[in-house]
């Protein structure tokens, strides 16, 4: 198994912490998309500002949920602005999240090549490259529009933009904070690979 991550910056609230307050948003969410929420290192690290952290929920539980684009396209944009902003615990939690939603583990190398490799199709290779431009360019270019227009909608479209802009958001926290992966994310990470977060 691979080693455990450093020591957070901003550890986890712990049980004898939480307020009420903060336990009223973990509470919201469990039993929910998230997954044992009052153990969720990601939620545990947003806790300490819970008003924000249950703001952002919301937007984040619809991009899971009720995103528009295909299970697939989506898994693919996120997995691939976890990868190229070495975000460890995001690309780990959604190898999870990706199997769970029944992909296959296969498209997981080919994400980490990017749009040349040829497992994907032509719309999940524009994926892939409007993708790359939204996170290092702030835009994606007319190019990777006009591809990803030919098959989505204006909803299709903004559901896109804010998968990538919330999870570009979700790696800098993450990674700034240095939220810890649990054993089961270790155990993904060792099997499958994740991109080496640096210092």
Not at 43 to 54: G, M, Q, R, S, Y
Not at 101 to 126: H, N, Q, W
Not at 127 to 134: G, H, K, N
């Amino acid at each position: 198994m691979q080693a455990s991550d450093p020591v957070p910056r901003m550890p986890e609230v712990l049980p004898e912490g939480v307020t009420n307050e903060m336990g009223a948003f973990l509470a919201k969410w469990s039993g929910g998309i998230f997954q044992k929420a009052d153990s969720n290192p990601v939620l545990l690290t947003f806790a300490h500002h819970p008003k924000l952290a249950d703001l952002f929920s919301e937007l984040n539980i619809h991009l899971l949920t009720t995103n528009t684009l295909p299970v697939k396209q989506r898994q693919i944009a996120i997995m691939r602005t976890a990868w190229i902003c070495k975000a460890t615990y995001m690309w780990s939690s959604h190898l999870s999240t990706s199997v769970r939603c029944g992909l296959d583990p296969d498209m997981f190398d080919p994400i980490k090549v990017g749009a040349e490799s040829s497992y994907f199709t032509t719309i999940e290779r524009a994926v892939i490259r409007a993708t790359d431009e939204l996170v290092n360019d702030h835009r994606i270019s007319d190019t990777s529009w006009q591809s990803l227009m030919e098959e989505w909608n204006n909803q299709q479209m903004l559901d896109f933009l804010f998968t990538v802009g919330a999870y570009t958001t979700i790696a800098g926290v993450t990674r700034s904070t240095g939220v810890q992966r649990k054993p089961d994310l270790l155990q993904l990470a060792e099997k499958y690979g994740a991109p080496d977060a640096g210092d």
